[in-house]
């Protein structure tokens, strides 16, 4: 290949990344981190999937960006929801569930020339591709929107680019809008020219808009100049942005001339250590090839993922996860794998891009579990999803169908997690075909919802914020220093509408210029109080923020009439908002005890900090002893007594992770952010906190418990909650010693021994009511009632006895003395009746227990199932008891005849 610079090639993806972060820094760019995989403060999308999801409210005027031009490597994630490349991951060269996505951005500092110019030397310089190998699309003009003229000319008359290789498309190849209104505009993609041995038709003239496989789309190039009106006029923006986008695996498959982005160092490795795991090779064959690519592909996803919080579920981003995981397993197990293996994939990514994302590091230990309990879960899925399909089968057999409805296939692998790839593949060994639009138009039906859901933000409410942010300006936050402060009331909405005035009665929103009330975010509830004007009064009842710069306060007008543009008072609940602080700053100790005593893999996975608890969730895989839990408790109170005082401090976001503050799960953070240090813990926390660590007061964990695979989650008091409590169990104490005439610290040893106590004289009740019905069933022996049923001993009776283990007891005796034979008794509690079969030995391979009593259950409108020996049932209908216990050895019989 001819080069276009003697600027030697790139030989690695990792090299790759370097020379592009560097190339765009050189040139006045901010270097910012790839942001979480899930997105904050965005309720529109499942997973950050784009280089500029971080940078959505600078583009959309919603915030003012603390830079005029920015560059970032991003880690993103395309499954699930709109932009769903899963079950293309595997059958095609460049589809990928998690990929690097490069992207220089500019908010005013340049456009298209600047763009275009730094996107051409960057490949044919510093990259060293063959200008001749790249074509360009730019847009074609649709709509009214006019053909994108200066693009045009930018490419061909000052990059030199031939006008035949810069073709012109329409909108949906070359036009980008952030939704149905807001900032868009044409697009211009790059594409590199693999050559016509990848054209599957041998066409040597094609072309991209061809789409034969033989071109791919590099990068590319998003000009917003227009924003969109709600009655979809196109106005210009008033400054102009750039956003970009390279994938990094593509450009890396097409600077190394390979066929696929699996062949790439991105990849390679993994799959090698994949196909050694069942002692099998690369490309030696096509369907082991698919399976390899695809546990590769999912096993990035799956690492990056979980290390971003997101852990398997049955919803939302862990269920996607969970079908990444589950698919990713499916294929392992066909190529060999029989035990668990895709932990150690994941412990591969891990290794190979620690450097770049320190992340997986810090998480590795979540990773790992996570991936093996649920591979564990999931294999025994596959045994259970095999059983259903067979029935499925089955039924359809009889039925003469000869197709798996989409139906069937979905339910399987919604509902049961069974690929549907295996259900088309065992469907065609019995015959069947698969029904592909059914199954696709499940799929679509369950994205739509998923989508709807996640849209979850009322649009006029948002719209109607979007225009009090830009009347107003940013609310200024006062809450740190002042839990009073005065302020102008700037906005008023009543029942989803602006309005100039408020009277008594009405419930509704206020925006201020200033506001020391805590807005709602990182698990911190927002604070009440009081807005005072010279006309009225407002009851504050929350306080949110609908927009990150932006605190609506609701409440109801409780005097007079508020108005707009009126001088008020606002007054934060002082008592709420002491408690929050305490809560919040024990939240910060109780992270860093928990880290103490279970490890660095703990992390937070949401919180919620109120007036009366605190509410902690933590990625760990066991559940805490109570030796552990006393023990953090411990620490959290010594570091309390210890009286630490509360340190802030506003740094750069770089500096603060230098520093080693703890960024927090779901948090989105600017390039400034605040640090608080208590003693030894350092977060990064926008939260109200206790001057000193002392004035928490103390801490009491109430309640500790898994509520996810992954996921443990405490809830604890502190202060005036912790006081009251100690208060109340030391005056039960008093009371129970009292009660049982000892000391205080005598209750747990007396209650123990009258617990024996208890088991003991139970215990003799049950013998003494053994006795009674052995002597009050009949003034006769009672195996004289033994029946003769085709030569077995028959012994059919209703006792006295109501305890099961009773009932079971006086069997046995009846059976030891009947030595062989069966014996069937029944007793009645107040709403349930009990039965109990036994069986001798000998006749176990004709009769067992389990087989009889579950019909004889099923007459008392219960169940009942056991061993061959021994089986136990019943059922509610007490009054059928009698007719049951009688009938039982004709039963028996018909049982022996058939």
Known sequence: ????????????????????????????????????????????????????????????????????????????????????????????PRHHTLFEMLGNFSFGAYFK???????????????????????????????????????FAIWTQEMGVPAERVQRLGSKENFWAMGDTGPCGPCSEIHFDRGPQYDPHGVTQSTPADDTGRYVEVWNLVFMQFNRQE??????????????????ERIAMALMGLPSNYETDAFMPLIDKIASGVSKEYRQDDAD??????????????????????????????????????RAIRHGDRLGYKEAFFHRVCEEVVRQ???????????????????????????????????????????????????????????????????????????????????????????????????????????????????????????????????AAPSTIRALVVQGERVAKATQGQTLTVFVEQTPFYGESGGQVGDQGMILTESGAIRITDTQKPLPDLFAHTGEVVEGVVELGQNATLEVDHGRRSEIRRNHSATHLLHWSLRKHLGEHVRQAGSLVSSDRLRFDFAHYEAITPEEIRQIEQDVNLLIRENAPTKTEVVGFEEAKKAGAMALFGEKYGDAVRMVRIGPTLELCGGTHVQRSGDIGQLRVISEQGIQAGVRRIEAITGTAADQQSRDWFEQLQMLSGMLRCRVEEVPERIEKMQQQLKSLQKEVDRLKVKAAQAGQNQSDPLSQAQD??????????????????IRDLADQFLARLKSGVVILGGAQKDKAALCVMVSKDLQTRLQAGKIVGPLASLLGGKGGGRPDMAQGG??????????????PQQLAQMLQG
């Open 789 to 806: 049923i085709a030569g077995i001993k028959v012994l059919s009776l209703r006792t006295e006895l109501d305890d099961p283990k009773a």
């Open 353 to 483: 891009m620690e450097d770049i994302y320190p992340q997986l590091q810090q998480q590795k230990r979540t990773i790992v579990e996570a991936v093996q309990r649920e591979e564990e879960r999931f294999r025994n899925t596959l045994d259970r999803g095999l059983k259903l399909l067979e029935e499925e089968m089955a039924q359809l057999q009889k039925q003469g169908a000869t197709e798996i409805p989409g139906e069937v296939l979905f339910r399987l692998y919604d509902t049961h997690g069974f690929p549907p790839d295996l259900t088309r593949v065992i469907g065609a060994e019995h015959g069947f075909t698969s029904d592909e639009q059914g199954f696709e138009r499940c799929m679509k039906e369950q994205q739509e919802s998923g989508q709807a859901s996640w849209k979850g933000a009322d649009t006029h409410h948002q719209e109607i914020y979007q225009e009090v942010l830009k009347e107003v300006g940013p609310t200024v936050f006062l809450g740190y220093e002042a839990e």
């Open 289 to 326: 090839d698919v399976s390899m690519r695809v546990v590769a592909d999912h096993a990035r996803s799956t690492a990056f993922l979980i290390a971003d919080g997101v852990l398997p579920s049955n919803e939302g981003r862990g269920y996607v996860l969970r079908r990444i995981m589950r």
């Open 113 to 151: 020339r600047e763009a275009i110019r730094y996107a051409w030397e960057f490949l044919t310089s510093e990259l060293g591709i063959d200008k001749e190998r790249l074509w360009v699309t730019v847009f074609a003009g649709e709509e009214g929107i006019p053909s994108d003229e200066e693009a």
């Open 231 to 248: 009655n979809g006029e196109y106005k210009p923006l008033p400054k102009p942005a750039i956003d970009t986008g390279m994938g990094l």
């Open 875 to 888: 059922g509610p209908d007490v009054a059928r008891l009698d007719e049951v216990i009688e009938q039982a």
């Open 1 to 92: 290949m001819s080069r276009s610079s003697t600027k030697p090639s790139p030989r690695s993806a990792k090299e790759i990344r370097e020379r592009f972060l560097s190339y765009f820094q050189e040139r006045g760019h901010a270097l910012v981190a790839s942001s979480s995989l899930v997105p904050a403060d965005d309720p529109t999308l499942l997973f950050t999937n784009a280089g500029m999801v971080q940078f959505k409210d600078f583009f959309a005027g919603v915030r003012p960006a603390p830079y005029e031009m920015a560059v970032s490597c991003q880690r993103c994630v395309r499954a699930g929801g709109k932009h769903n490349d899963l079950e293309n991951v595997g059958f095609t």
